[in-house]
C-alpha cells in the first residue's frame, strides 16, 4: 500500500531547531527522487531539496542550505529534514514527496522542485504544520 507520512511537526521557538521526517512505503524507491516541500500562508509552495534515492545525490535550495539539511536513511525508506535557527517565515505546511526525474528535462535540483512544486506530480503526504513562535 502506497504511503507518504510526514512527521515531527509542531511549534519551535525562533532561533530553535525541528526535525521532520518522512517514511516512504508502497514505492520502490529506487526509481524516484524524494524531496521536501513548503506551502507558507498567502505564499505559492515552494521547494526546499532532494534525494535521489538511488545514489544519495542531494541538492538544498540555496536560500535555505545555510539552516535546513536534507538526509535519508535508505534502509527506513524515510527522508529527513533538519531545520536549524528556525525564523518566522518558516512557518508553513511541510510536506514530502516522491517523483520521477526527469521532469520537463530538470533532474533533482532547483528547477525540478519548482516543477513539482507547480505542478503537482508525484506522490504527496498530507502534510506536517510547522510553526515558528517567538
Known amino acids: 500500500q502506497l504511503q507518504v507520512a510526514e512527521t515531527g511537526g509542531g511549534l519551535v521557538q525562533v532561533g530553535g531547531f525541528l526535525n521532520l521526517s518522512c517514511t516512504v512505503t508502497g514505492l520502490n524507491l529506487e526509481d524516484y527522487v524524494v524531496a521536501w516541500f513548503r506551502h507558507p500562508p498567502g505564499k505559492l509552495r515552494e521547494g526546499i531539496g532532494c534525494?535521489?534515492?538511488?545514489?544519495?545525490?542531494?541538492r538544498v535550495e540555496e536560500s535555505l542550505s545555510d539552516r535546513f539539511t536534507v538526509s535519508r536513511d535508505s534502509v527506513k525508506s524515510t527522508l529527513y529534514l533538519q531545520m536549524n535557527n528556525v525564523k518566522p517565515q518558516d512557518t508553513a505546511m511541510y510536506y514530502c514527496?516522491?517523483?520521477?526525474?526527469?521532469?520537463?528535462?530538470?533532474?533533482?535540483?532547483?528547477?525540478?522542485?519548482?516543477?513539482?512544486?507547480?505542478?503537482?506530480?508525484?506522490?504527496w503526504g498530507q502534510g506536517s504544520q510547522v510553526t515558528a513562535t517567538s
Open positions: 514527496a516522491a517523483a520521477r526525474e526527469p521532469l520537463g528535462g530538470y533532474y533533482c535540483g532547483p528547477f525540478w522542485l519548482r516543477a513539482v512544486a507547480a505542478q503537482g506530480h508525484g506522490h
Open positions: 534525494i535521489r534515492w538511488y545514489d544519495g545525490s542531494t
